[in-house]
């Protein structure tokens, strides 16, 4: 008797060792049917795998296992009962034809998810025949961004490889507590609208040690950003790394605490810009720091461009009302591949204040370049190449 309660209870034990380990497992999207072919349709096997791991009361694993998925646009909704890791050994397609994601602006879209982080992966939107369609002119869908995240906290994104997408690569729209690590994001130099990264209304975002070559910025970042930190990227080509475009709007949320530091920028088009309409608004950008950086042949290194109003269209008085304030530029070196390597063009009705440059050195053709200002104050010590103009 006393044996039989010992197997009973040693069975028993056994079994919910099981259930607590089996609830922690793998949700292996071939489990729920997901083909690895690239050809078969597998955006309702992983959402289906998707259900299942956010309904699950204890931490879950989702696993794709190497191989080629189709999927369509498809929205993975929180929140979740739980943490949920999701580990991607597979690549992640999007159908040939651009309209099958193109309508809706993104492609795979976590909304209100908390405590989830994403490792791995290949993610190739095939953004070619949208890039081509826009190149033509012809009435083309809005687009598709490949990866977002909104409204979502505590992310943990790395090892990401995003190529070809038709849009934005990744973007982080009010989210808090992101850290992006390692990812690998490419799109060709002349493809219209690539950015790497967009951040906006977001907090306590971390990018470090990413390569981002794009057709346009490498990382936008967007009103209501703040605590953004961003290390050891290397950008370019593209459009390199802006704050802005801000003020688009009149009422709109400013970007403070930015910093960026070492980096490299290889043949873009700026190194770290700044970027306003020459519109009326409330926003700003203040406490931001460029900290040991190296610029290869880009056009223009250091830039504050507050004079942005395509086709001169809707400013009235040409004059931002974006705030500038307490930038540093410091150990910035290289070569620039225009003649003016630094531009600072503030706002008359708002110049810039507190500007700071320390140690910087950039050339053009083995001689000093120049530089250029505007409405702009600030204070510049240590060796400088080009010499300050304020
Ligand atoms: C910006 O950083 C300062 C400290 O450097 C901190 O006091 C402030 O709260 C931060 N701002 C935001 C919006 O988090």
Redesign the pocket.
Known sequence: MANKLLLVSFVLSFFFFFMIHSSNADHNVIRYGAKPDGKTDATQAFLRAWKSACSSATASTIYVPKGRYLIKGVEFRGPCKSRIKVQIDGTILAPLDYHAIGNSGYWILFIQVNRISVFGGTLDAKGAGFWACRRAGKNCPVGARSITFNWANDILISGLRSINSQLTHLVINSCKNVQVRNVNLMAPDLSPNTDGIHVQSS?GVSITGSTLQTGDDCISIGPGT??LHISRIKCGPGHGVSIGSLGRQLKEDGV??ITLTDSVFIGSDNGVRIKTWARPSTSFVR?VLFQNIIMRDVENPIIIDQDYCPNNVGCPGQSSGVKISEVTYKNIQGTSATPEAVTFECSPSNPCKGIRLQDIKLTYMNKAATSSCKNIDGTSTGLLTPESCF
């Open positions: 907090t703040s605590n403070q605490n406490n």
